[in-house]
Nanobody
Framework: VQLQASGGGMVLTGGSLRLTCAAS????????MGWFRQAPGKEREFVAAVTWSGITTYYASSVKGRFTIGRDNAKNTVYLQMSSLKPDDTAVYYC????????????????WGQGTQVTVSS
């Protein structure tokens, strides 16, 4: 199983980026998919998740209203549209999938992808 994340880069404060994660090796159409991030010197933290149907989404409070998660089960892909980016959003973003997770103690992913760097400069 592979989760291939792409779309990271460097933007100015207030800018936007769209992350994409394409899964291969198994289908995740009945599993949650989502994103976590890890900033330098900090622990990995939950960012967003979407349930298998794509109907229910969960967000960390720090990104709610600025980030939007979506998925395309036909493509086995999850997206993260990030807007109004801030320097505090600078981190390596990791795609995750499998089972059920929604941040906090609500489960944890079974699979992790490699990270993609997002850097927001002021």
């Amino acid at each position: 199983v592979q989760l291939q994340a792409s779309g990271g880069g460097m933007v100015l404060t207030g800018g936007s980026l769209r992350l994409t994660c394409a899964a291969s090796g198994r289908t995740f159409s009945r599993d949650a998919m989502g994103w976590f991030r890890q900033a330098p010197g900090k622990e990995r933290e939950f960012v967003a998740a979407v349930t298998w149907s794509g109907i229910t989404t969960y967000y960390a409070s720090s990104v709610k209203g600025r980030f939007t998660i979506g998925r395309d089960n036909a493509k086995n892909t999850v997206y993260l549209q990030m807007s109004s980016l801030k320097p505090d959003d600078t981190a390596v973003y990791y795609c995750a999938a499998g089972g059920y997770f929604a941040g906090g103690s609500a489960g944890s992913p079974s699979y992790w992808g490699q990270g993609t760097q997002v850097t927001v400069s002021s």
